[in-house]
Nanobody, 120 residues
Framework: QVQLVESGGGSVQAGGSLRLSCTAP????????MDWYREAADKAPGELRE???????????TYADSVKGRFTVSTDQAKDTVYLQMNSLQPEDSAVYSC??????????WGQGTQVTVSS
């Protein structure tokens, strides 16, 4: 596994914005897509990990209903970096956000996640 680096988390008030970054060396050359997930400690065990968004190798983006219209995912291929722009954040968006490349076997990375805390 190759390590990826997630950053951009922090604490904001409701209505604020954050931009998360996920840098995965070789991500673009390997033809990987990217999923974003979040895990909130106050969720039931079966609901801990929530899919948030995905971007395919050709740039197609999809979103969970809970974030649609507020979050935007994008890729900077030159930097092997995927961004998650999060606007109009709400307390229920508080979680550890992690990115997870998908695709061929080489799209196997690991990271620590980044904490997002939204206060009301």
């Amino acid at each position: 596994q190759v390590q990826l680096v997630e950053s951009g988390g922090g604490s904001v008030q409701a209505g604020g914005s954050l931009r998360l970054s996920c840098t995965a060396p070789g991500f673009t050359a390997n033809g990987c897509g990217m999923d974003w997930y979040r895990e909130a400690a106050d969720k039931a065990p079966g609901e801990l990990r929530e899919w948030v968004s995905s971007i395919s190798p050709d740039g197609r983006a999809t979103y969970a209903d809970s974030v649609k219209g507020r979050f935007t995912v994008s890729t900077d291929q030159a930097k092997d970096t995927v961004y998650l722009q999060m606007n109009s954040l709400q307390p229920e968006d508080s979680a550890v956000y992690s990115c997870d490349p998908y695709g061929l076997t080489v799209c196997n990375y690991w990271g620590q996640g980044t904490q997002v805390t939204v206060s009301s």
